[in-house]
């Protein structure tokens, strides 16, 4: 596949930008700018963007390799906002959780959790955080929480060169990051909660991997899809993931949509009039 590891944020951009010349023509042939009543209603009545045609629609929760795919063509807002419309319920990391670059993933959850021990055995009182790296693979996005973490790193440069070996889209880590020069330079995507120097080795003991965790205060469980990008990091329920992944595409459709309406119109009451999206 290819990885998002090796993703920057200038192509983030760029598919960003011909995303929105594509549309900008789409809404041209449809009529966007011409008031066409068939599509735009009587005036101030709220008009529908027509919706993407995706395969996205279609996907099941049990194609996970559609439902990434699918996830990493949509922004984390537009996934933040479906999952609050759909179930009221807020699935987004706060603001500390930051990326160490620009980035934009998706992918599936492989916890982990480290519980703080103090201890004489260094190393090997880890070792099922790195067996649980050498388990994922493509697609995967390791979470782990570092309970009591904010100051110690919980993945460092040679943790992060094994993620990018297997193909990992990327890591969550509810504590600290270290090597941060290092992993930028591979371009191996990394959220954590601080730039810190520190070791979780004779501090901290393997906990558990692929069970439940909170994450930044956000529940995730196994297989959860993880999407990421600069706006931050949204948790979407397996079960649910491809209602989630639906109504996610429908709005960023309607945002981006909306841009060239406004830069016609220099007004967003009306693109918001026409298409109902804020």
Sequence with gaps: MARHARRTGHAHYARYTITAALLTIFALMAGAFTGDSARAGAPGQTATAPAPATAGAAVTANDSTQLVAGFRRVEAASVSDAMEQLFGKKMYMSHRMRPLAPSHFAGVALTVLLRKAENTEGAPALQGMLTAIDQGGPDSVYVMVVE???????????????????????????????????????????????????????????????????????????????????????????????????????????????????????????????????
């Design 148 to 278: 009591d973490g904010d100051d110690i790193a919980g993945i460092g440069g040679l943790m992060g060169t094994a993620m990018s070996a297997r193909g990992f889209a990327g890591a969550v880590i509810d504590g600290g990051v270290r090597d941060t020069g290092y992993l930028q330079r591979i371009g191996f995507p990394v959220y954590a909660r601080g730039i810190v120097p520190s070791t979780s080795v004779r501090h901290y003991r393997f906990g558990g991997a692929n069970i439940p965790v909170t994450c930044d205060g956000v529940h995730v469980e196994p297989n959860d899809i993880i999407v990421a990008d600069n706006d931050g990091v949204v948790v979407v329920p397996r079960a649910r993931a491809a209602d989630v992944l639906k109504l996610a595409q429908e709005l960023d459709f309607k945002e981006h949509s909306m841009i060239p309406y406004i830069e016609k119109y220099k007004s967003i009451v009306k693109a918001v009039e026409q298409f109902g999206r804020i």
